[in-house]
């Protein structure tokens, strides 16, 4: 007996519906992002002595193939590849080391093939590259950075856990259009606020704003969102930009002489930021020095040395009778690479301060 055409059709579809329902893993499996770690080395990179050498190692050892290797969770999570763009401790990071990466991680996300991206980075470094990929990098897809306080072959190493938190994190949908993102000991943070706070503890990275949000077990737990500008919204493109300004910090202290001031002014810089106590305050004996540097055409910031809380302008000084700029909440290494990035755009004062309101 011949068995109608439209019958069989039906049938069929009935098959595959109830092998969907079966087999759900192969469909997630099918669906699966995909994610690019580029590495640049760092202590997730790693490797020490012994099992007990969790500050005491070198870093950058480990290239990226036997990283992911290490991690056959990731395999869960998504399709990820990697790809060496560096392999060097974060403090040897120069403003070419961070335009090669914002080159290469803008040209990424531009694939229709890629979902996200990771970047494993040095800690030492790594507030002021996530920022500097937050301003620079046109997109909505999802860019993590991440890094360990202790190397793989330590005793309780946080490496690994870290770097799939990192892609299941740019894996997600959740997580698109919020910036650049640091995942680190759970918690997610913007890449604009996270700082380094801690030099020997796994809770090293934290915003004085507070985290984003957490991931636990594989699942994003939200609590804030960025309101800064940044990525898609960004007036700063990496892809217009050839080279940053050069910028400078100078910190300030107790008996700080004007030496360095004045030669730093003759070395060819746009701008300085002055790394002040308390609310970015300037010496008296300062000032002068600061008032010469401007009228040569050199912007000064105002930054404070003091982790938490803003400089407040035309407190502690007269910024607008010294056409002075203000960093806002921005410590001095992170004003140094907004600085840098709007210095290639404008040289006006007044604009300069907009950004540091803006960004």
């Known amino acids: 007996m011949r068995v109608p055409f439209k019958f069989r059709q039906f049938m069929a579809g009935v098959a595959l519906a109830a092998l ?37 190692y070198a870093a950058a050892k480990v290239p990226v193939d036997k990283l992911l290797a290490g991690l056959p969770e990731l395999a869960n999570v998504a399709n990820v590849k990697g790809e ?31 979902d996200g991206v990771v970047i494993t980075h040095g800690t ?31 005793l309780s190493a946080d490496g690994a856990l870290n770097l799939l938190d990192a ?5 997600s949908k959740d997580a698109a ?45 939200w609590f804030r969102a960025p309101v800064k500008r940044h990525t898609a919204q960004s007036e700063f493109n990496i892809d ?38 308390g609310n970015g305050s300037v010496a008296d004996r300062i000032v002068p020095a600061l008032q010469a540097m401007r009228s040569a055409g ?12 803003f400089v407040l302008r035309n407190a502690e000084q007269p910024d607008d009778k010294y056409d002075w700029v203000v960093a806002h909440d921005l410590n001095p290494q992170k004003a140094r690479i907004l600085a840098a990035v709007a210095l290639t755009q404008t040289n006006d004062s007044k604009e300069l301060q907009r950004i540091f309101w803006e960004y």
Not at 179 to 208: C, H, P, W, Y
Not at 298 to 309: A, L, N
């Open 177 to 221: 259009g919020k910036g650049v993102l640091v995942t680190m000991n759970d918690s997610i943070q913007s890449g604009r606020d996270v700082v380094k706070s801690v030099n020997l503890k796994v809770e090293a990275f934290r915003s004085q704003w507070g985290a984003l949000g957490l991931v636990i077990e594989g699942k994003n737990y």
């Open 20 to 56: 969907s329902t079966l087999f759900p893993l192969a469909q997630a499996q099918v669906a699966k992002p995909n994610i690019v770690v580029l590495a640049t080395g760092g202590t997730i990179a790693g490797a020490g002595a012994s099992a007990v050498n969790s500050a005491t």
């Open 84 to 114: 060496q763009v560096f392999q060097i401790a974060s403090e040897s990071f120069t403003n070419t080391q961070l335009m090669t990466l914002g080159k290469r991680v803008s040209a990424l996300v531009k694939q229709a093939d890629v």
């Open 240 to 277: 217009t930009i050839s080279e940053l300004a050069p910028v400078e910090i100078i910190y300030s202290y107790g008996n700080v002489p004007r030496t360095g001031f004045d030669a730093l002014a003759k070395t060819g810089i746009k701008a300085v930021i002055h790394g002040g106590p």
């Open 298 to 309: 050199i912007q000064v910031i105002r930054s404070s040395r003091v982790p938490e809380g």
């Open 167 to 171: 892609v299941t994190v740019a894996a």
């Open 124 to 154: 030492d470094t790594l507030e002021e590259t996530a920022f500097f990929l937050n301003l620079v990098v046109h997109t909505d897809k999802p860019i993590v950075v991440v890094g360990s306080m202790r190397p793989g072959t330590a």
